[in-house]
């Protein structure tokens, strides 16, 4: 009875930060882009507080196997998470960093192909397309069944690949930075970046609009790997300078 007190306080505590840090990051883009695109977000007050109410449901979803993971590491060693930073090469960071991303972005790739599954679009992810067009509000705006899918990723992958905390905090930093950006309706990034070589292989806002405006096309969330080689990039958007709106 303890443990399992000790794990739904920890799971508790986890929902807390998942849902600080949305409200926290989504806010903070959402000022900027009142800043920078005034008049972007016009007359969507409706759906940013349905993109919120979403968002926080699915805050209390990730903080559960967030949570179980955060309390096996700290009690029972269950985790490949580490502190010692000599226990690996140095060389292993920028490793089992890219690990995470690409192996996250393909769960999400495919994952992500099934809820536009005519039944499973309807059933969940339509939820995330009613943001048209996305806001800054909208990068957690899931239903609870599409919730699962994307809370279960980083806490699985932690009992298996070790990683040091520090990177792991990267990974999580980049998870959020990316999807919140990616869904703001401008692009953050500069054209030379968007169009250049990290462009070709990296997804922005550019390209993750197009999505959301055809449904059929750029599925991914990190890298362009997985849409290049199945035939499902359809490139970027035409938003790619940041600025006030023309």
């Not at 462009?199 to 550019?206: E, N, P, Q, W, Y």
Request: with cysteine; proline share 6%.
């Amino acid at each position: 009875m303890d443990m399992l007190f000790a794990i739904i306080v920890s799971a508790l505590a986890m929902t807390l930060i998942v849902g600080v840090r949305y409200l926290l990051t989504s806010g903070g883009f959402a000022w900027l882009t009142r800043l920078i695109r005034p008049g972007l977000y016009e007359g969507l007050w409706p759906q940013i507080d349905r993109e919120i109410r979403w968002s926080l449901y699915s805050a209390a979803i990730y903080g559960i196997p967030a949570g179980i993971a955060a309390w096996g590491w700290q009690n029972l060693g269950w985790t490949r998470i580490y502190t010692d930073i000599s226990a690996y090469p140095l060389w292993y960071l920028p490793l089992s960093l890219f690990t995470y991303l690409f192996l996250h972005d393909s769960w999400f790739y495919w994952t992500h192909r099934w809820m536009h599954i005519p039944k499973w679009f309807r059933i969940a992810h339509t939820v995330h397309h009613e943001s048209r067009p996305p806001t800054a509000w909208a990068a957690m705006s899931f239903h609870p069944v599409e919730a699962i899918t994307g809370a279960i990723v980083i806490p699985l992958l932690v009992f298996f690949i070790p990683i040091h905390i520090a990177v792991l905090g990267l990974v999580l930093f980049i998870m959020t930075f990316m999807g919140v950006t990616n869904h703001m309706g401008w692009e953050i990034f500069p054209r030379f970046l968007v169009h250049g070589v990290l462009g070709k292989g990296l997804i922005t806002a550019s390209h993750h609009q197009r999505h959301h405006e055809q449904y059929n096309c750029n599925y991914g969330l990190y890298f362009r790997f997985w849409d290049r080689l199945c035939g499902t990039d359809e490139g970027v958007g035409s938003f790619t300078e940041p600025g006030p709106q023309k």
